[in-house]
């Protein structure tokens, strides 16, 4: 069974991510809209995200790309890369692998993702931790929706891969 990759990340106007450590904008929608999402998922972390997220992970089957071990009791979730992590989704039955951040693990998913969902908060950090670049050629937008209300600080978009080859999963 072939393992989806999706990636889910809210992103600046100016395309970061963060300003180093943490998320730099309070959304509590967007949060419900992350957990409703991937409640139940597999998900791919780095471990500095991971630990960021620490209490997050009741509805969830966090893997974290580290090289050094975890504590207990998350002694079996570190990966070595996204290759590892998708054959431990395939190996559990599991047909998706949400990948979660930090930047490099963005970087290392993304030519094995079939999927963006991107939050694109309408703030420039004027900085901070870069997203990898979303190639046009690549990708294709398959749906926009405001979030935030009647003054929308953000949208939610979502991009399937549309040049087959591109991903390493497929």
Do not use: Q
């Not at 094995?112 to 950090?125: F, P, Q």
């Amino acid at each position: 069974m072939k393992v989806r990759v999706v990636i889910i990340a809210a992103v600046s106007a100016d395309g970061f991510i963060s300003r180093g450590t943490g998320v730099p904008w309070d959304l509590p929608e967007d949060r419900a809209h992350f957990r409703r999402l991937t409640a139940g998922r597999w998900l791919l972390l780095g471990r500095r995200t991971f630990e960021e997220m620490t209490g997050w992970f009741r509805e969830h089957r966090p893997l974290v790309m580290t090289r050094r071990a975890l504590p207990s009791p998350w002694e079996g979730a570190g990966v070595a890369g996204v290759e590892e992590a998708v054959g431990r989704v395939a190996e559990g039955g599991g047909g998706e692998l949400w990948v979660c951040g930090g930047a490099a693990v963005y970087e290392a998913a993304m030519g094995y993702a079939d999927e963006l969902i991107l939050t694109e908060v309408k703030e420039r950090l004027g900085g901070g931790v870069a997203f990898p670049v979303v190639e046009a050629g690549e990708w294709e937008m398959t749906r926009r929706e405001g979030g935030g209300g009647e003054n929308p600080r953000y949208d939610w978009v979502g991009y399937e891969r549309v040049r087959k080859g591109t991903g390493k999963g497929g």
